[in-house]
């Protein structure tokens, strides 16, 4: 059966576009930071088998850079919202711009650079913050602390969760991703056909059906969306 719509809630997905006004490079623009790497060397597990210190470089210089950014309009608005409603984020980023803006409830589905991990899925995760991962540095059964990203080919991480969520919202914010990374993208489907369903992007994209496209700025269009939904609702 499925899970009752909640009037009050607003589930946002977003992906490295609504970083990008906060100066973190996104995936596939042409000064993107995949543009100049390849992927397969820096978020896979071959990479990581291949290169370990290349990898722990590149992320760790994505930790620092997401250190050293702040959050944009567009973050700072969606934590806004929890005043009037339940605001669920289902994240891809791996950056905590969410978190430093407000938000509470925020699910990183492809993990997130603020923890490092030892090497088997039930390895515990450490809270490293900003700091980076060393050659040498040892998670407690002994092997190679990693950063918590979900590479390719690995499972995304609060999937059914993510979908049960999207499937009880009334209003569905979709914004700053290509809808090209898969299992993820196929999210945008289980938002229900009552729900108001918009997308947000700065390039031209294949729209899923029933949603709204708004062409442009994140930091510009979704502070503009909040206040209308927080008039709605009264706040
Ligand atoms: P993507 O790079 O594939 O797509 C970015 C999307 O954002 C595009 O649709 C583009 O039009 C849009 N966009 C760019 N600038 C925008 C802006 N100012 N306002 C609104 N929209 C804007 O990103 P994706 O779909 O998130 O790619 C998936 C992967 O990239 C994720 O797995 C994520 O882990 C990884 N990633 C994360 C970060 C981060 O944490 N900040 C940065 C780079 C890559």
Redesign the pocket.
Known sequence: MKAEINPNKIVVLS???????SG??????SD??WQSHAWQELASPEGWRKNPQAVLAFYNERRRQ?WEAQPNPAHLALAALQDAYEVVIIT????NLHERAGSKQVLHV?GELAYARGQSAQAKRYLIGGAPISLGQLCEDGTQLRPDIVWFGEEVQYYAEAQAHIASAAKVLV???????FPIAGLVKHARYHAQKIL????E?EKPWGYTFMRG???EIVPALAQTWLAQAGA
Do not use: W
Not at 24 to 29: D, G, I, K, P, V
């Open positions: 992906g490295a576009g609504i970083s990008a006004e973190l490079s996104t995936f596939r623009a993107g930071v997401a891809q980023n791996v950056d492809h914004v700053g991703t290509s809808l090209a990374v947000v992007a700065l390039d994209m700025k994140a930091g």
